[in-house]
């Protein structure tokens, strides 16, 4: 699903945005540091089970969206990113709880060529 510089860039970042949304539709939205082996995004932590992000999968809202994102230069100024909307579970390994996402649609922007502002967002894939 992800070119080579897609891939390149996510493995450059350090932090993402994840959004999921609770039992009574409440959406939640928070930086999280991550994995990523070249396909999905696997997220654990100290105690995942007592987040948010974690209840809510776990309670069946299993549709998630995160976003990548940063500016390669102010000036000129030049955003890229990519958003994500996909699935997540809630795996274990290593005796730990994990959230595997599994991407199910992108949009990137300024990672295969650089953008300025008034050429945001390139076509979804997927």
Same mark, same amino acid.
């Given at each position: 699903?992800?070119?080579?510089?897609?891939?390149?860039?996510?493995?450059?970042?350090?932090?993402?945005?994840?959004?999921?949304?609770?039992?009574?539709?409440?959406?939640?939205? $928070?930086?999280?540091?991550?994995?990523?082996?070249?396909?999905?995004?696997?997220?654990?932590?100290?105690?995942?089970?007592?987040?948010?992000?974690?209840?809510?999968?776990?309670?069946?809202?299993?549709?998630?969206?995160?976003?990548?994102?940063?500016?390669?230069?102010?000036?000129?100024?030049?955003?890229?990113?990519?958003?994500?909307?996909?699935?997540?579970?809630?795996?274990?390994?290593?005796? @730990?709880?994990?959230?595997?996402?599994?991407?199910?649609?992108?949009?990137?922007?300024?990672?295969?060529?650089?953008?300025?502002?008034?050429?945001? @967002?390139? $076509?979804? @894939?997927?």
């Amino acid at each position: 699903m992800f070119t080579e510089k897609e891939i390149a860039y996510i493995k450059s970042q350090h932090i993402l945005r994840l959004a999921t949304v609770s039992k009574s539709l409440q959406p939640d939205v $928070a930086p999280l540091v991550f994995q990523f082996d070249g396909d999905r995004f696997l997220i654990s932590g100290f105690d995942i089970p007592k987040t948010l992000k974690y209840k809510n999968v776990q309670s069946g809202n299993d549709l998630v969206a995160l976003v990548l994102d940063d500016l390669a230069s102010v000036n000129p100024w030049m955003p890229r990113g990519i958003k994500i909307h996909g699935k997540a579970e809630i795996i274990e390994k290593d005796g @730990r709880k994990i959230m595997l996402i599994t991407p199910q649609r992108l949009w990137s922007w300024g990672i295969e060529e650089a953008v300025g502002l008034g050429h945001f @967002r390139k $076509a979804a @894939r997927g």
